[in-house]
């Protein structure tokens, strides 16, 4: 059967494939693309999570895409609107109908005697083999595992009596009203379930090893608002976008200038909304630094409230065991639980887990060197969208989606079929993601490293990477182009048949 052939396949549709859509139609009008997604709907890793709370962790204003204006009155937005906000995008943009649904891709392979990659893929629940190709394979799958969390083995679990879960794999057959809850973490998704849970709960737990920062954010941003009021929809949500994006930019800097007073302002400010007899320096006070893991958000103090109302504790200690009715803890405390959720994180899977190869040469990310943070060195006519860890992923997405169309209209420009960045500096061993969080750290094997000056430094400052995909050179001296001429005459005459009108593909 002869492979569907697109210009453009982009492989995801959640918020990333989506942009990445909005873009190619828009800037690359001409260009014909796919939306290859593996599950059943659009959405992404807000169609995956279903757990009680779930919700963003950064402002809407920036979460949201420029072109489709966030609208809701809240900042902080809970899952179920922003899915329905992802979906009502690709519908308002016909976007809808290039995605093939329960389409995973298991393989990539390109070839430089045609410049084209052979993308083959799984199909419905039997896994039927399909082949697309393409000229860019544009990589919209985020960095984690879908179908497998970290869910490390704990002693004595066929021993306890109730319910295991982790919220990666949460449906609505699970059970928690007046039940005593442990929660096993301390990130986002431990802080987003505890509060949430409490209200039906009998009690809620969250057992931690180590603290993380917490931080309050009001859920509804006022000045955000008054803007709205005073200003047409498409200038106040740039405006109100600006304000969150100069106030990340801020306050990165000043927790990588001065790391302890920042410290000292989160647990100042944490105490002054928690009991006196809350121990915030023994559940609160991580021994890194503000932002060498991600910060936690919670809106409008929910986590700090249900600690003040008793619904909510937080015990920091070590497992020793499960037991029959709870966890025994090794300082010799014992809680009980009817529900344990082990929200212990996520496993990193770059490019959807797919094999990628190159010329017939199997290709090991963590060999590589980011360029400019979502191309990788020595593999051709690729964008892999990684968002920020300091920020909301849609900006980092949206200047990735902007610089591929922008390097296609380029290559057609200089009638380049093929470009491919080839490292020409020295390699630092920072990981693209640059975080020392758990899940990072267990993958750091897998990562493509940076290198020690732009464009191959990952740069966590949206200002900064506006400027480097915007207005920077597209030759850069490290980008290898390919001219048309390097392909065969022969393949080159079929790859003009594949691209008449009647075999275009939507």
Not at 68 to 76: E, F, V, Y
Not at 322 to 339: H, M, N, P, R, Y
Not at 444 to 457: D, S, V
Request: with cysteine.
């Amino acid at each position: 059967m002869t492979p569907e052939h697109v210009d453009v396949l982009v492989v995801g549709a959640g918020i990333s494939g989506i942009c990445a859509a909005y873009y190619l139609q828009t800037k690359c009008p001409n260009k014909t693309y796919t939306i290859l997604e593996g599950r059943n709907a659009i959405g992404g890793t807000w169609d995956l999570f279903r757990y009680p709370g779930i919700r963003s962790d950064s402002d809407m204003y920036t979460l949201g895409f420029s072109f489709n204006p966030w609208l809701d009155g809240k900042s902080i937005s809970d899952g179920e609107t922003i899915l329905n906000y992802v979906r009502t995008t690709a519908d308002k943009f016909d976007i809808k109908r290039h995605i093939r649904f329960n389409h995973y891709v298991v393989k990539a392979e390109w070839s430089s005697e045609t410049a084209t990659w052979t993308v083959t893929v799984e199909t419905g629940s039997d896994k039927t083999p399909v082949t697309f190709t393409c000229n860019f394979l544009h990589l919209c799958s985020g960095y984690y595992d879908y179908d497998n969390p970290y869910r490390p083995e704990f002693a004595g679990e066929d021993q306890f009596q109730g319910q295991i879960i982790h919220p990666q794999h949460w449906d609505d057959s699970v059970e928690y009203t007046d039940k005593n809850v442990v929660i096993i973490g301390s990130g986002a998704t431990a802080v987003t379930l505890a509060p949430a849970m409490s209200d039906r709960a009998k009690h809620v737990t969250m057992l931690q090893r180590s603290p993380t920062y917490i931080v309050s954010m009001a859920s509804e941003d006022k000045t955000s608002q008054f803007l709205g009021r005073v200003f047409p929809s498409q200038m106040a949500h740039t405006l109100a976008r600006w304000k969150s994006i100069l106030y990340q930019i801020y306050s990165f800097g000043l927790a990588r200038w001065k790391p302890d007073t920042v410290k000292e302002e989160i647990l100042k400010m944490a105490a002054e909304e928690l009991p006196d007899d809350f121990d915030v320096h023994t559940h609160l006070n991580p021994t890194y630094n503000p932002w060498d893991q991600r910060l936690c958000l919670i809106p409008d103090s929910d986590l700090f409230h249900a600690i003040s109302a008793g619904d909510v504790s937080i015990v920091t200690d070590h497992i020793d065991t499960f037991v029959e009715d709870g966890i025994q803890l090794q300082s010799g405390e014992k809680l009980d639980a009817d529900l344990i959720v082990t929200a212990t994180g996520l496993k990193v899977k770059l490019a959807g887990g797919m094999q990628v190869i190159v010329d017939d040469e199997p290709i090991k990310f963590g060999e590589k060197v980011s360029y400019k943070g979502f191309m990788v060195s020595d593999i051709p006519n690729t964008a892999n969208t990684v968002g920020y860890s300091n920020a909301s992923w849609t900006l980092k997405a949206e200047l990735i989606a902007e610089y591929v169309c922008r390097l296609i209209n380029y290559m057609d420009k200089h009638d380049y079929v093929a470009v491919t960045p080839r490292l020409n500096t020295d390699v630092d061993d920072d990981p693209i993601i640059p975080l020392n969080s758990g899940y990072i750290n267990r993958a750091l094997a897998e990562l493509p490293k940076q290198g020690a000056e732009k464009p191959w430094r990952v740069y966590q400052n949206y200002i900064k990477d506006m400027l480097n995909t915007r207005f920077s050179r597209l030759d850069d001296g490290a980008m290898e182009f390919m001219p048309r001429t390097a392909i065969k005459p022969a393949t080159s005459q079929k790859e003009q048949r594949i691209h008449e009108p009647d075999a275009v593909i939507q």
